[in-house]
């Protein structure tokens, strides 16, 4: 449609949303089976402002004419906007254009209105990003809650922890943040800059940070979003490019986290566990997991392909006599079928710290197993034996490695003297240098002298040692 001033826009909002024929009623009957409504609110919602703005200039400024047409379109950062690679870009990666225009955008309001650029700055930024950091940083178990938030998250805008930090733990004894969150979407950059100028008058800065803060700045500005470098260039391929990529490496490269792990599979719906039941009947699919599938559906799917999930698994619960209220945990972000409009304000995305935590062991066990490994792989001994025994000593030098990355992490429960006696059996530990297995032995003993097992032992200990773990994790990578 071409502009033609407010009444042709009013016009055709009116003509959408009534229904005057047989026409118009299979449309809204073709739109409520396929969620066609859900883009018409979206450009509704886009065409309000945009007509506010044009009213506005009308009114106000040089009248009706080609300049109000410009209000209305620049109102908001204009979706069809773009050079001509930006444009190419965007027919493979859907929004690429419009993640490019938001540096020129403030700069051109700025440049327009200064004095208002600064007014709207201070007010809708400045102002509620210290006020969230001072209230959220004023109490130790907020501040706990506040650091589980995922990065990711906190990057979107501005986030303020209710009274009560913690969500009631789920039935696997988990608890996640509680909060509400504001998307301040274009004007994130400015938010990131206030909260970490926050940060250091404060005294919680720490100079690794500023990885994951460039990072936040570079996706706020820019198409390259992601919770770390790989994340960021994974905005150059196109959607299902990148969904079968981040499979195959099981690796979410927005959120820096594994696409299949524990977690995940425990919190994966029942359609996408019926689905991966499906697929491992086929040749080649035995190791289908649902977090993969689910995984699958709500990157390609997007906001549909969650609601689809959702509303599959309400139904499957509901045929199975189960109450439906067992679905909704996590806080009203986590409901089905509304928790995507909920999710916008109400947060309860959780795990940054249990993330960190397996991160760090993932990377720890990795540096035993290589060290055990090598020394293992280097010995006459292993060059002595035949193939099924050196397959034999290779996979308990990689079990050695995972059970001492456990104890450095977490911690363990297990007897010391039965710890000890499997370190000092083992093949790998018994082909290092004298002086490493008297390291070895001392970092087990220091080890076990914690005691800390279970999943309340590690969120306390990770309540405990946060600044300290996260500060390993980020100077090892």
């Known amino acids: 449609m071409r502009p033609a001033g407010a009444a042709a826009i009013a016009r055709q909002i009116k003509r959408s949303a009534i229904i005057g024929d047989r026409f118009d009623l299979q449309r809204a ?8 409504w859900v883009p018409r609110i979206g450009r509704r919602t886009e065409l309000g402002y945009r007509n506010a703005a044009m009213l506005l200039e009308e009114r106000l400024g040089a009248g009706p004419g080609q300049k109000a047409i410009m209000a209305g379109r620049t109102g908001t950062q204009d979706f069809t906007q773009g050079g001509t690679y930006t444009k190419a870009l965007n027919q493979w ?13 403030l700069a051109q309001k700025a440049k327009d209105d200064p004095k208002g650029a600064l007014a709207a700055y201070l007010t809708l930024v400045a102002m509620p990003t210290l006020a969230s950091e001072a209230w959220n940083r004023s109490d130790p178990e907020r501040a706990a809650a506040y650091e589980d938030i995922p990065q990711y998250v906190k990057d979107r805008g501005v986030v303020i922890m209710k009274p009560d930090p913690w969500l009631p733990p789920d039935k696997r004894g988990n608890r996640l943040p509680n909060y509400v969150h504001i998307d301040l979407r274009n004007l994130a950059g400015p938010a990131i800059l206030t909260r970490e100028a926050a940060r250091i008058a404060m005294g919680n800065a720490k100079p690794e940070d500023w990885g994951e803060v460039s990072l936040g700045l570079l996706g706020s500005m820019t198409p390259f979003t992601g919770d770390s470098g790989v994340g960021a260039l994974g905005a150059l391929v196109p959607p299902i490019v990148k969904t079968v990529a981040q499979e195959v490496l099981n690796k979410d490269f927005y959120r820096n986290r594994a696409v299949v792990s524990q977690r995940a599979e425990e919190q994966a719906l029942r359609p996408s566990g019926a689905i991966a ?16 599938v689910e995984f699958a559906i709500r990157d390609i799917g997007a906001g549909l392909g969650g609601t689809l999930l959702a509303g599959a698994d309400l139904a499957a619960r509901a045929k199975n006599g189960e109450p439906l209220s067992d679905a909704i945990t996590g806080g009203p972000a986590k409901a089905p079928i509304i928790g995507g409009l909920a999710g916008r304000f109400v947060g309860s995305s959780g795990g940054e710290i249990d993330q960190d935590l397996r991160t760090l062991h993932d990377a720890t ?3 035993y197993k290589k060290e055990l490994v090598e020394a293992l792989q280097t010995s006459p ?37 039965s710890v000890l006696d499997s370190v000092q059996t083992n093949p790998a530990f018994d082909a290092l240098p004298p002086e490493r297995k008297a390291e070895m032995l ?6 076990l002298a914690k005691q800390r097992a279970g999943s309340a ?9 946060v600044t300290e773990i996260t500060r390993q994790l980020r100077s090892a990578s």
């Open 29 to 36: 009957l073709t739109d409520a089976v396929t969620f066609g």
């Open 93 to 105: 990666i859907p929004f690429f254009n419009i993640g490019t225009q938001t540096p020129y955008w």
């Open 277 to 292: 039941a499906g697929l491992r009947q086929l040749p080649g699919g035995e190791n289908v997991k649902a977090s993969a």
């Open 365 to 367: 066990a990795n540096a």
């Open 381 to 417: 001994q292993y060059q002595r034996a035949g193939a099924p025994v050196r397959e034999e000593w290779n996979l308990k030098a990689g079990k050695l490695a995972g059970s001492l990355a456990t104890a450095a992490i977490y911690g363990t429960k297990a007897d010391p003297n």
């Open 442 to 447: 001392s970092e087990v003993r220091a080890m």
């Open 457 to 465: 032992g590690r969120q306390a200990q990770a309540q405990e040692k």
